[in-house]
């Protein structure tokens, strides 16, 4: 419920910043901050804590990166916590640069979580291919939706000891909603 009204919110406010005549957050030399509005997961592990960003280094062009870090614990009784750090690599490619804006690309993700009191630590890759397309309600401001496919695999290790267990598999790796702003 929280992130749909986030979303709105921030749907509102950029419709009252006034429209976009084209998409200026695509050019060459532009940053661009990425802020989740869905929970993205990968190898069974949310990685919706990580911070994006993208960079253009042509107007159709962008290189992606992304890193988040994630420090649990709950408290009394069980104390429970862990540590969830993780990281992205990738390309975009822009099929227009519009108000709306297709694209393709791909991504490299690397997620560990270290759980303390739990029973398993996992640590999981993904390689994936991307499609979506970016909305421009402003020139700094825009809202994307996209879907990830590719391979996974994870590495599940009990925190007493004992055999890890290996995990793979090719399919939707995650579907986003997320918003951009840009600099």
Known sequence: ?????????????????GSAAAAG??????FGLNVALSKETIASQPI?????????????????????????????PTNASYTAI?????????????EFAPFVGGNFQYVSTRD?????????????????????????FSVEGSVNIGYLTADLEPVGGGATTDTSGFGTAAVNLSANFYF
């Open 25 to 30: 957050g695509t050019a060459q030399g532009n």
């Open 48 to 76: 919706d804590f990580m911070l994006n960003g993208k960079y253009f280094i042509a107007k159709d062009m962008a290189v992606i990166a992304g890193f988040g870090l994630n420090i649990v614990d709950t408290g009394a």
């Open 1 to 17: 419920m929280k992130n749909i009204v986030l979303a709105g919110a921030t749907l509102a406010l950029a419709m009252a910043a």
């Open 116 to 140: 303390t009191t739990g029973t398993v630590d996992i640590s999981g890759i993904a390689i994936v291919a991307e499609a979506g397309a970016e909305y421009f309600f402003a020139k700094q």
């Open 86 to 98: 993780g990281f992205k690599a990738g390309m975009r490619k822009y099929m227009k640069t519009d």
